[in-house]
């Protein structure tokens, strides 16, 4: 599990190695309505591809080891503790816009530039995925539990519409 401590450690861990991270998924959301609402299995983040030699020597320097490589859409880092941190590498444009590798070639995972905003974890400001880029993301798929909850708090919390 990944506590807000664990999220903050492993933040500043990666800001000492000279990378630049961006939260998503569960934790993403928990950013934006600045506190925990649910436990959390991994802490997903988004990194710069250039910068994927740094993070991946400061994680494995604090314990963590791959067990998952689905490069170059995504890979993932766990700790014998159970944390586990999954990684989406990015390709920024000059613009601040963003595009993630998917499955599917032809289709990219896109990221406007507005979508990278600024949120709270234990009272720390972060960066995050925007309420509109999180929505668009929770889409297209059968949800799981903690995704329900997850669109239930954002709809509650900002009144928007989500696909489920």
Same mark, same amino acid.
């Given at each position: 599990?990944?506590?807000?401590?664990?999220?903050?450690?492993?933040?500043?861990?990666? +800001?000492?190695?000279?990378?630049?991270?961006? !939260?998503?998924? #569960?934790?993403? !959301? &928990?950013?934006?309505?600045?506190?925990?609402?649910? %436990?959390?299995?991994?802490?997903?983040?988004? =990194?710069?591809?250039?910068?994927? %030699?740094?993070?991946?020597?400061?994680?494995?320097?604090? #314990?963590?080891?791959?067990?998952? @490589?689905? +490069?170059?859409?995504? /890979?993932?880092?766990?700790?014998?503790?159970?944390?586990? !941190? &999954?990684?989406? %590498?990015?390709?920024?444009?000059?613009?601040?816009?963003?595009?993630?590798?998917?499955?599917?070639?032809?289709?990219? /995972?896109?990221?406007?530039?507005?979508?990278? $905003?600024?949120?709270?974890?234990? #009272?720390?400001? $972060?960066?995050?995925?925007?309420?509109?880029?999180?929505?668009?993301?929770?889409? @297209?798929? @059968?949800? +799981? %539990?903690?995704?329900?909850? @997850?669109?239930?708090?954002?709809?509650?919390? /900002?009144?928007?519409?989500? =696909? /489920?």
């Amino acid at each position: 599990m990944m506590s807000a401590p664990d999220v903050l450690s492993v933040l500043s861990l990666l +800001r000492e190695a000279g990378t630049d991270v961006v !939260i998503a998924g #569960g934790w993403g !959301i &928990d950013a934006l309505v600045g506190e925990e609402t649910r %436990p959390h299995q991994d802490l997903d983040l988004l =990194h710069r591809r250039e910068q994927e %030699p740094a993070l991946v020597a400061a994680l494995v320097a604090a #314990g963590y080891a791959q067990t998952v @490589d689905w +490069r170059p859409v995504r /890979f993932v880092l766990s700790h014998p503790s159970g944390a586990e !941190i &999954d990684l989406h %590498p990015l390709e920024f444009a000059p613009d601040g816009s963003a595009t993630q590798s998917s499955f599917d070639p032809q289709e990219p /995972f896109r990221y406007p530039a507005e979508c990278f $905003v600024t949120g709270t974890v234990g #009272g720390t400001p $972060v960066r995050c995925l925007s309420v509109a880029q999180q929505v668009e993301f929770h889409r @297209d798929y @059968d949800p +799981r %539990p903690a995704d329900l909850q @997850d669109m239930a708090r954002l709809r509650g919390e /900002f009144g928007v519409a989500t =696909h /489920f």
